[in-house]
């Protein structure tokens, strides 16, 4: 008993402690709340087009994204004609011809997107010796996930104390007050949330970098929190069906119960 007051206590203590905002907190990534959070969380299909828009028009040029296939954007809301458009703008091995020469051939829709390089080697010549990581599962392989890379892409430039973040990209704790001192080398950008400060990946993303078919103002923050929804989508298309799955099974348990506790009663009614 004592100990349970003592807990309350402590808790009650805890709701009116100053929060611990120190004058630094000011420049930190501003947090993104995203649509697919939550259990009853889905995504935004016109998010979602807007970013495959910043992918397309920024991201892919360095990027590949092997795990999706071109009809996968009818998930998203893209028609069979703009699939079969999209994908027929890139060339893909086709099959050998008479002489058994190599061929190439428009892309279709079940194509999974053509890498802009043709394999690794090249895209490290083309990026300083860095390479450019498949976007494909990148939302999945960093801690924070979404709320990372969406802060990693608007951190550019800015001097930011190091700290750990959780997915909305809210500061969990700051690991180091001072900025982390920096001299760059060749082809690598001031970026405070890259490990090390220093990334290889100029900053992709300024504004009107792209026009949105829809017509938002494509602002930085604005391309960065469509891309990341979008390369959430891309690493768990899944997402939506596995939480309705989830909401019904919990309904169900509930009815079980329910039925369960009633069936006990009517077993144990002589006995009591
Ligand atoms: C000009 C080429 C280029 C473009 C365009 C580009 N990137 Fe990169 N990106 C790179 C390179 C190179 C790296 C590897 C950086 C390193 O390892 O230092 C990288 C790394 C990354 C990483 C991994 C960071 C980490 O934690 O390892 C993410 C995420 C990323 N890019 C997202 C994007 C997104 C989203 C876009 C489009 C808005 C984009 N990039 C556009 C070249 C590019």
Known sequence: ?????????????????????SAEKAAHPEPARWSFEGIFGTYDKAQLRRGYEVYAGVCSGCHSLRLVAYRNLKEIGYSVEQIEKIAAEKEVPGDPDEEGEPTTRKAIP?????????????????NNGALPPDLSLMVK???????????????????????????????????????????????LEYNPLFPGGKIAMAPPLSDEAIEYTDKTKATVPQMSRDVVAFLQWAADPWLEDRKRLGVKAILFLILLSGLLFAWKRKVWADVH
């Open 1 to 21: 008993m004592r100990g349970l007051v003592i807990l309350t206590a402590a808790a009650a203590g805890l709701l009116f402690l100053p929060p611990a905002i």
């Open 110 to 126: 079940s194509d999974k997107f053509v890498p802009p390089f043709a394999n690794a080697n090249a895209a490290r010549a083309a």
């Open 141 to 187: 392989a960093r801690l924070g996930g979404p709320g990372y890379v969406h802060a990693l892409l608007t951190s550019y430039g800015k001097k930011l104390p190091k700290f750990e973040m959780d997915a909305h990209g809210k500061i969990k704790k700051d690991r180091d007050k001072k900025p982390i001192p920096f001299k760059m080398g060749d082809g």
